[in-house]
């Protein structure tokens, strides 16, 4: 299983990225997949996370209603809209996937397969 996170970069306050997570593997919509994020100095969060057949999302509190999950399993992949960023936002942004294809409860220590990070930052 491997998964490679693109699309980040430095935007600034207020705009908008689009980070696309790629997946090598063929039973894609059986797995959860899920967003996680790490600043300097922090532990790895959780951000955003996603049924494998789309029909149910999941977000931290600090990014609901700005942040949008999003997945296309004819692509084997997954997507995260992130609108009106904050410097807070900064951070380097972790895609991971889970077995369970109905996960509901998402940590950083419970999933099983997880890609290289990118980093997002938001500053003027």
């Known amino acids: 299983v491997q998964l490679q996170a693109s699309g980040g970069g430095l935007v600034q306050p207020g705009g908008s990225l689009r980070l696309s997570c790629a997946a090598s593997?063929?039973?894609?919509?059986?797995?959860?997949m899920g967003w996680f994020r790490q600043a300097p100095g922090k532990e790895r969060a959780f951000v955003a996370g996603i049924t494998g057949s789309g029909d149910s999302t999941y977000y931290a509190d600090s990014v609901k209603g700005r942040f949008t999950i999003s997945r296309d399993n004819s692509k084997n992949a997954a997507y995260l809209q992130m609108n009106s960023l904050k410097p807070e936002d900064t951070a380097v942004y972790y895609c991971?996937?889970?077995?369970?294809?109905?996960?509901?409860?998402?940590?950083?220590?419970?999933?099983?397969?997880w890609g290289k990070g990118t980093q997002v930052t938001v500053s003027s």
């Open positions: 991971a996937a889970d077995r369970q294809p109905r996960k509901t409860r998402y940590s950083a220590n419970s999933m099983n397969y």
């Open positions: 593997f063929r039973t894609f919509g059986t797995y959860s």
